[in-house]
């Protein structure tokens, strides 16, 4: 069964981190790009940041670009994304992706199999 996994969302204050983690099963990340979405309450689900199998990215939501890095490591076959300085308006449930491509997608039709999603809180 090919599925994706999230983990290590939680409740954080204005300005801390969080490391979210994608582990995958049932597949190999070498034949994958990966994503990372969020939607906010009352908003639309929105692609934050996509890697490739080879470790290229692409970043598609400006307000992140230099807070949120995305990576992967093969051998744990785990895609993370790491969020720092975070913001009330990170605020969302993130969700990761897989897409059988070797390129990345902000567009979430490309992508077949969702995880269930964890829960980022940023409040003071």
């Known amino acids: 069964q090919l599925q994706v996994v999230e983990s290590g969302g939680g409740l954080v204050q204005p300005g801390g981190s969080l490391r979210l983690s994608c582990l995958a099963s049932?597949?190999?990340?070498?034949?994958?790009?990966i994503g990372w979405f969020r939607q906010a309450p009352g908003k639309e689900r929105e692609g934050v940041s996509c890697i490739t199998n080879t470790g290229g990215t692409n970043t598609y939501v400006d307000s992140v670009k230099g807070r949120f890095t995305i990576s992967r490591d093969n051998a744990k076959n785990t895609v993370y994304l790491q969020m720092n300085s975070l913001k009330p308006e990170d605020t969302a449930v993130y969700y990761c992706?897989?897409?059988?491509?070797?390129?990345?997608?902000?567009?979430?039709?490309?992508?077949?199999?969702w995880g269930q999603g964890t829960q980022v809180t940023v409040s003071s």
């Open positions: 049932g597949f190999s990340l070498d034949d994958y790009s």
């Open positions: 992706a897989a897409n059988r491509a070797y390129y990345c997608s902000g567009h979430q039709w490309s992508y077949k199999h």
